[in-house]
């Protein structure tokens, strides 16, 4: 098969498409002709050597934290999906022709292939970080982050649990959050102004999903540190905030996205779509920062 594959730590150049063994699913998983991988900043990460010492890889390595595609092996003690099932989900080097999936769930019919391809690991993050924060009907939340693959996710989950969102991005993205369903302000120092005059009582809970380094005055906008949760700010524990493992629950958290995606209520955004032999592209771009939505890499 072919597999977008990395020998050592690097920039986007190191990553190269070539013939690597096939995997095959073992115990609890299933394996996937695969349509599409995202690319999350783990994965970059990863790739740059930035979290060898967390996340240590043995090369060659093949990145891809979650992948979209077809069913056509299932492991032992499988049930509930069969070959021939279209499903996304959480991967073991999801940039390849075929994957393993650890966690998955069927993909909506309301969704192309691409969008559950940018689905997997930004749903379960988005999902894990909300379930963080409590029962959100009738609530305010402010989402940091919110143009991103998490963040996005986010503001159309949290909206459909019946919150009032505000969400922080560029002014370039302004409109973008419109359209997700949040009230948005731009990010950066005065964001308590901001968001004082957008949301006068005040606001319920806030979800960091940017880890940029607000995390002290998130907390002190939410009056507690209690009513802030980050799935990107290694920090936390210092200011008593939760951090938040995305994927921890995802076999549970999947579905439950799926399920939004089936009512209409979540749909994944999709920024730029490469092919497989520009990988090193689809890294620099989501490197790049600033990234709306997600990028995927498609076979």
Known sequence: MRAVRFHRYGDPQVLTLEEAPEPHAGPGQVRIRVHGSSVNPVDWKVRAGYLHEMMPVTFPATPGSDAAGVVDEVGE??????VGDAVFGLAQGGAAELAVLTAWAPVPRTWSMTQAAAA???AATATAGLDALGDLSGRTVLIEGAA????SAAVEIAVA???TVVGTASEANHEYLRELGAVPVTYGPGLADRVAAVAPQGVDAVLDTAGSGSLADLVTIAGDPS???TVADFGAAALGVALVQGGANAAVDLPRAAELGTAGAYTPR?????PADRAADAHAHVQGGHTRGKVVVTF
């Open 148 to 151: 991103g693959g998490v963040g």
């Open 120 to 122: 997997g690991l930004v």
């Open 270 to 274: 999709v920024e730029a779509t490469y």
């Open 227 to 229: 009513r802030v949760a």
């Open 77 to 82: 003690g499988v049930t509930g999906v069969s």
């Open 161 to 163: 649990r019946g919150a």
